[in-house]
């Protein structure tokens, strides 16, 4: 199982989960994908008195991303994101248009993520694993016992497909390829919605099982 403590922050209008996870031993942390309530992320780091090293972005759609100015302001903390998602991530003002919300530009990433590139949280080791389909840059975060899915699957969904970037054939590959293939202990930690496991997404999602799935 992993070695870190993971929070998780159900927050703001879109109902998105960010997830604060940290090194009990060293006290260093990441958050992913800072949502709207920044003020609530910030808070639960200073409570339980962990440094933020980073901030890592399984996607840019913007209710993943609306707190990235704030957190990076407050922490210094470096930017990751998948340079496919580039593209979304600069034309977060224009994202906010389509949701009637007036959104200032983003500050630059500082580090690309790649497919099976480690990163590292104290001692946890995280693999990125290129996921696209919902976005063209979406990625999933697996450590031991644990995978960070993003938006790419929910518990008894998966992803919308019919976003600018969005390709449903894309994204069943990329569920097949890269989630199905992890154990059926492995919990998924996703973007909305409670947790699940990949093995009751493997036996009961509609999307990947049974009559009419789309990875029948």
């Known amino acids: 199982m992993s070695e870190v403590e993971i929070v998780a922050i159900p927050n703001g209008q879109f109902a998105q989960n960010c997830y604060l996870v940290g090194d ?7 958050i992913i994908d800072p949502g709207e309530e920044s003020a609530r992320f910030l808070g639960e780091l200073d409570r339980r008195g ?24 407050a922490t210094g903390a470096p930017i990751f994101l998948h340079p ?34 480690r990163l590292q949280v104290g001692a946890g080791m995280f693999e990125v694993r290129h996921t696209p389909g919902h976005s ?19 518990a008894g969904s998966i992803g919308r497909t019919d976003l600018p970037g969005g390709d449903q054939r894309t994204l069943m590959a990329s569920i097949a390829r890269e989630l199905l293939s992890l154990p059926d202990e492995t919990r998924v930690l996703s973007g909305h919605g409670p947790e699940t496991t990949i093995g009751l997404e493997r036996r009961t999602n509609p999307f990947l099982t049974g009559p009419g799935a789309l990875l029948a």
């Not at 009990?24 to 990441?30: G, I, M």
């Not at 840059?137 to 995978?147: F, I, K, N, R």
């Open 24 to 30: 009990p031993k060293s006290r260093e942390a990441v």
């Open 50 to 73: 962990w440094r933020l090293s980073a901030i890592w972005l399984t996607h840019a759609h913007v209710d993943h991303v609306l707190g990235v100015a704030d957190v990076h302001r």
């Open 84 to 117: 496919d998602d580039r593209p979304l991530y600069e034309n977060f003002p224009r994202q906010g248009e389509w949701l009637g919300l007036r959104l200032n530009p983003l500050p630059a990433p500082d580090h690309a993520l790649t497919h099976g590139e």
């Open 136 to 154: 063209p840059g979406s990625v999933s975060l697996v450590t031991p016992g644990v995978v960070f899915s993003g938006d790419a699957l929910f």
